[in-house]
């Protein structure tokens, strides 16, 4: 498709009156016109090739400097005018107010994509910051959204790496010890950026008018399929964002992945992942694991409880919604259906993962005492699941125990009665496989579709980070290459099909972090 670029949405809703950075409350307005800051030396670390085509882009080394200077903010496009949408949210359960996009940066829309910068300078929701990004959380967030979309989970997408060789000051502990980090700007793309929180700032300061204008644009330029009117339509709409949202937890549930800050102002009203902050995937296997060192008390964002905080949110946006509908009966109800359909959706997900496509009246008994033992014995989620798929019917519990046996972390730990816990339920699920149609070799296909070999561990993009502040960027170059392909073998890079090396447990960067920029 040719490159044209749009901004239908500065073109369809009411902006802000004032053309200042300047940080402000902003009243009335679903955006702001902003001026990106520009960068010092702006230099292209590293691109997707495939996102530049998805947004009708053609990628050369002769246009290099062009998309360089574009994508970082040093230059915007003519006949388009930079913006940043004005938002609240709910911040760890409490309401926050007026947020907005502090650090990013909208250049224009393409081929049903809209192109952001995040970390391009001040807008007027920076609050008390300055707008712009490190390289370290750069390379996490570039890194991370390609490597979630080739897990098959619904994500932005990243289009360029830039460094912008401004020097950027970051606490990254919060210890009251700041320093100065090299600064980076990423390009990523997206459907819409519009957010549960969008919806929200309007309703909290009653303005029915703009919540309505928003929510009828969202609708007819993201949700196309919806041809019901009225009251009707908005419930269509949260039905629609109810169903994705669950279906993006589901599979960050499948890979094990931990988003780490599940703030309202961070929930894609397309149920995308957005927003690579403190996140991480599952090691050794903890429900109650959480990567943000902010929510290290109260654990609201971990793993397990990632079902339940998208509930809460789809909560938030109901109440956001209310007053075009005036009732809640309808928005009840389909909220009413989420725990139920996740419960379904949850117990088909782990049944591929094992292989097994018949269920058993005790089902929930039987994945209780899975996720008990993986707990228990302190086991590695990805390498478990991998290995679970070398496991052939004719198999002894003892056998399959011993092949998945390096997925512990601390196999000199494991105590008899662990070993019998295991072994108990490695004679279930032997047993079940008898029962299933499918060959060793079809199942195994089957499981390895769906339990990736490869993730983006944090002590993998710590490494690269470290190299690339260097200015080495082969490491961010291999881990872009190695994450495209996340369930294929790929035996030239073996050696990340690993568990979390010891010295990676405490170090910093590689196992909790900091919404430091």
Known sequence: MPFIPQNTFTQS?????????????????????????????PTLIHTSKEVFQNIGLQYTKENKNHFTDLFSGAIILKNTQPYSMCYGGHQFGNWAGQLGDGRAINLFESNGYTVQLKGAGKTPYSRTADGLAVLRSSIREYLCAEAMHHLGVPTTRSL??????????????????????????????????????????????????TLQQLTDYTISHHFPEIYSEGKQKYLDFFQKVVQSTLAMVLHWQRVGFVHGVMNTDNMSIHGITIDYGPYGWLEDFDPDWTPNTTDREYRRYRFGNQPEVALWNLYQLANALYPLLQESDGLQRILEQYPIDFERGYQQMMLRK??????????????????????????????????????????????ALDKISSSFYYPERITEAMKRQWLDWFSVYLNRLQNELLTDEERSKNMNQVNPKYVLRNYMAQLAIEEAEKGNYQLIDELFTLLQK????????????????????????CSMLSCSS
């Open 13 to 41: 809703l009411p902006g802000d009156p004032e053309t200042s950075n300047e940080v402000r409350k902003v009243f009335g307005a679903c955006y702001s016109f902003v001026t990106p800051t520009k960068p010092v030396n």
């Open 160 to 209: 360029s790496l830039i460094s912008s060789g401004n020097k950027v000051l970051r606490d990254v502990l919060y210890n009251g010890n700041p320093a100065y980090e090299q600064g980076a700007i990423v390009a990523r793309v997206a459907p819409s950026f519009i957010r549960f929180g969008n919806f929200e700032i309007h309703a909290s300061r009653n303005d029915i008018a």
């Open 354 to 399: 094992l292989g097994l496509e018949n269920t058993i009246e005790n089902e929930d008994k039987f994945l209780t005492e899975l996720t008990q033992n993986l707990k228990v014995t302190s086991t590695d989620f990805t390498i478990f699941f991998r290995l679970l798929s070398t496991i052939k019917k004719e198999d002894t519990s003892s056998i």
């Open 486 to 509: 996340p369930y294929d073998e790929q035996p030239d890079y073996e050696r990340w099909f690993t568990k979390r090396p010891e010295w990676a447990k405490t170090k910093i960067g």
